[in-house]
Structures are given as C-alpha cells and as structure tokens.
C-alpha cells in the first residue's frame, strides 16, 4: 500500500514570480501539481461543469469554438462577488478532486502543489508546509502588467480578491524572497530543496 507524500503548497500573488520558482524545483526532478492547470482542465468543452456556467450565464460566456470565455467570466465574478461565490461553489471541489488524484500518482521523493489561491481556500489542507514567493505589491504591479500587458487596474483587482500579503507572510511556513535577482533562484530553491527532501524522509 502507498503512503501519503509529502507535500510542499507553492503559493504567491499574481507577478510575484511562483511558476519561475515552480520551474526550478521541476528541473530537480520533482513532480508539480498545477491548481491553475485544474481549474483549466475542469472547464474543457464536454464537461458538466462548462454546462453548468453556460446554463446560468449563457452565451456571453462561451466563445465561437464552444470553450470558456475566461475574460467575460472574470468581469463578471470581480463586478458581482454572489456570481464569484457561485462559481468558486461549484469549481473548488471538482478542483480539489483533480489535484488529489494528481498528489496520488506522484514518484519523486515529495511532490509540489502550486496554486495562487492556496490559502484563500481548502486547498492549504492538503499539504504538510507551505512555501510563500513573496514581492511587495508594488513590484506585482509592474511585473504583472508587464508580462500579461493589463492595466494596473484590473491587476489591482486581481489582487484585491486575493489574502493580504501581511496575512500570508504569517501563514506561511518558509518565505521566498523574490525580489532578488532572477539568477539567484536556481540555487535558492536547491536549498528549500535539500529542506524539503529532509522533511520528506523524516529526519526533521
């Protein structure tokens, strides 16, 4: 019979550089469960839940090629916080589902649950520690809309539905520091590695 992995929750604000330090921890070999990627996954064209979305918000939401409109739904759930509480009921769930079975099937010594809301939901029960990617708001700001070419605006709004930073920073078991520079995280992350790995096999 299996046991349970160890798991490491990666979490951290839009822009604040989490999928970059996802990427490190991948090239050493350890398995990465992608919220995001669920949240896609759930909502694919065929499944119940993209019927349940169209029945109560019709075609507004659906594009010409039957699959989510992600835009129109996200103005819709930031400008109406009883539509937002309605999705999130019906996602989180079947989210949660996916990323369990994923947990399951993982081989290396620990495995990463990457999620961008891992403490504003259930999902930080499932794991053992929690790694925070942590930049000031400020430096979210400009590498979210540089990257992602929105206006500060709707990032700020982003954010605004996301747990305060000072909140996090207290939740959180160990904090990476990303305002360093990028070529620094390679070898941060092999440090949180060898904790991680420590932790997995049971010597702390």
């Known amino acids: 019979m299996s046991t349970k992995p160890y798991i490491v929750g990666l979490t951290g604000g839009i822009g604040s550089g989490k999928s970059t330090v996802a990427r490190a921890f991948i090239d050493l070999g350890i398995e990465v469960v992608d919220a995001d990627h669920a949240s896609r996954k759930i909502v694919e064209r065929g499944k119940p839940a993209l019927k349940f979305i ?51 099937s993982a081989t290396s010594a620990y495995v990463m649950l990457e999620s961008p809301l891992l ?24 590498r979210a809309s540089e990257r992602d070419h929105q206006s500060l605006e709707n990032i700020q709004s982003i954010i605004k539905t996301q747990m305060k930073r000072s909140e996090k920073l207290n939740r959180a078991t160990y904090i990476f520091d990303n305002t360093l520079p990028k070529s620094s995280i390679p070898s941060r992350v092999a440090t949180f590695h060898e904790t991680f790995l420590s932790l997995a096999s049971g010597k702390n």
Do not use: C, Y
């Not at 075609?59 to 937002?84: C, H, T, W, Y």
């Open 54 to 104: 169209a029945d109560r918000f019709g075609g507004r939401v659906i594009k010409k090629d039957g699959g989510l409109n992600r835009a129109a739904m996200r103005k819709i759930i930031f400008s109406q916080p009883e539509e937002k509480f309605w999705l999130e009921s019906l996602l989180h769930p079947l989210i949660a589902e996916w990323i369990v079975d994923k947990i399951r």
């Open 119 to 142: 403490m504003e939901t259930q999902q930080h029960k499932l794991v053992d520690s929690l790694l925070l990617v942590d930049v000031p708001e400020e430096l979210q700001l400009k």
